[in-house]
């Protein structure tokens, strides 16, 4: 549009690009996914759209978090002989997620709860013939991300944080915290503040499984209290 000097306003309408560019993505994520070995192909993905759900823009933000549903979906769906078993970046994923839920955007919000909830649909048990409650729980508190009063907000993403917290396997913890602290340090304090709830919530529902951590948790525990996330 620059060369032949026209304007943002001649550009096509973006829904209308968007919707059918979004679905081609996600199908070509799920041929990859069957293409390559699908814990070293997601890794690679996440790492792509780890730049865009950092975004300062909430269009990209909420873009990659419509593509990481499609991936989280896809990598389900191909590694449904290993459901039970947590995915190796359920950890980062969570500390890119767990912030966003309390984003700008309430369809950010939605998404990244959706996300939240692929990751516990990937790492829990196999299925059997009691229904198990956390799927129930995150639509509820989706639902409730959808408002306009920020406490209410900080509070679904703080039961939220609590919800994932009952799932997280101990091993992610180390890949959480120093995801969660980059979520920390980002220019954008509701960002920041949920950022250091998340961290907060999980170090109280998660001490004893990480009681052999302490001293990276200590270290976690001063950068919080530098950045006022500490009462």
């Given at each position: 549009?620059?060369?032949?000097?026209?304007?943002?306003a001649a550009a096509p309408c973006a829904p209308g690009v968007h919707a059918p560019s979004l679905?081609?993505?996600?199908?070509?994520?799920?041929?990859?996914?069957?293409?390559?070995?699908?814990?070293v192909?997601?890794?690679d993905m996440v790492q792509v759209l780890r730049r865009w759900l950092t975004?300062?823009?909430?269009?990209e933000r909420e873009r990659a978090l419509q593509v990481c549903v499609q991936l989280l979906g896809a990598y389900e769906e191909r590694c449904e002989h290993r459901r039970g078993h947590a995915c190796e970046q359920f950890g980062s994923l969570v500390g890119l997620l767990g912030p966003l839920t309390c984003d700008a955007s309430a369809t950010s919000r939605w998404w990244a709860a959706?996300?939240?909830g692929r990751l516990l649909q990937i790492g829990a048990p196999a299925k059997t013939?009691?229904?198990?409650?956390?799927?129930?729980?995150?639509?509820?508190?989706?639902?409730r991300l959808n408002t306009i009063s920020s406490e209410s907000l900080l509070v679904t993403s703080a039961n939220t944080a609590k919800l994932v917290c009952?799932?997280?396997?101990?091993?992610?913890?180390?890949?959480?915290?120093?995801?969660?602290?980059?979520?920390?340090?980002?220019?954008?304090?509701?960002c920041a503040w949920?950022?250091?709830?998340?961290?907060?919530?999980?170090?109280g529902e998660c001490r004893e499984q990480i009681s052999q951590r302490a001293a990276f948790f200590s270290i976690c525990l001063w950068l919080l209290s530098v950045a006022g996330c500490w009462p």
């Amino acid at each position: 549009m620059d060369e032949e000097g026209e304007t943002a306003a001649a550009a096509p309408c973006a829904p209308g690009v968007h919707a059918p560019s979004l679905r081609a993505l996600g199908q070509l994520m799920a041929t990859l996914l069957q293409a390559e070995p699908a814990p070293v192909c997601f890794k690679d993905m996440v790492q792509v759209l780890r730049r865009w759900l950092t975004s300062a823009h909430a269009c990209e933000r909420e873009r990659a978090l419509q593509v990481c549903v499609q991936l989280l979906g896809a990598y389900e769906e191909r590694c449904e002989h290993r459901r039970g078993h947590a995915c190796e970046q359920f950890g980062s994923l969570v500390g890119l997620l767990g912030p966003l839920t309390c984003d700008a955007s309430a369809t950010s919000r939605w998404w990244a709860a959706t996300c939240l909830g692929r990751l516990l649909q990937i790492g829990a048990p196999a299925k059997t013939t009691d229904v198990a409650p956390w799927p129930n729980e995150i639509r509820c508190l989706r639902e409730r991300l959808n408002t306009i009063s920020s406490e209410s907000l900080l509070v679904t993403s703080a039961n939220t944080a609590k919800l994932v917290c009952k799932y997280f396997p101990p091993a992610q913890a180390t890949d959480f915290t120093s995801t969660i602290l980059e979520s920390l340090l980002c220019g954008r304090p509701v960002c920041a503040w949920a950022a250091g709830q998340w961290m907060l919530t999980f170090l109280g529902e998660c001490r004893e499984q990480i009681s052999q951590r302490a001293a990276f948790f200590s270290i976690c525990l001063w950068l919080l209290s530098v950045a006022g996330c500490w009462p």
